[in-house]
């Protein structure tokens, strides 16, 4: 019989890798969205920027890169980046996470907040240095500041939806039990 702490872990992996295939079964639809595109937000990176500072232990770090390496394969971007760079990322959000849990939502959103932006600068820097082609800042810019903004979004979908809470340190999730 399979603990119920690890099924409920294995069911919170999978349904990350689902609302990813669906982020970008999504993304990939032709939509002509004309001249004057909208940047759409890295939804994929909300979700396990939410997941990790809230239930670090919901989602494993390899699988948010395997996830970003696809989706960067999928998208014809740079490969290895935006992986790279997401890893950096969530580890420092996750050495965060108690500050983040005391602090409150603004303070957690003014952190995933900067961590977008300075993603956004380390990847055009990389991209620079390597005189790879990149799009106009401004749409770089655009895209970023689109991704804070529905980040909110994303954590509300996270709490009230999907059941991704705090663990706060020292508590003790009543799943899981250590035999």
Known sequence: ??????????LYALGFLLISAIVLFTRMLPLDMGPGGFAPPDLILCFA???SVRRPDY????????VLVIADMLTLSAPFIAPF???????ALRARRVQLADQGFGVEWATVAVVV????????????????PQPAFGLSLLEAVVT???YPIVVLISTLGLRVEWLKPGSIDPEAHVA
């Open 1 to 10: 019989m399979i603990d119920a702490y690890l099924l409920r872990r294995i």
């Open 49 to 51: 920027f939410a997941w």
């Open 59 to 66: 989602l494993p770090v390899l699988l948010v890169a395997a």
């Open 85 to 91: 760079l997401a890893i950096i990322a969530i580890e």
């Open 117 to 132: 932006v300075l993603m956004m600068l380390a990847e055009r820097l990389i991209l620079g240095v390597f005189i790879v």
């Open 148 to 150: 804070v903004v529905f």
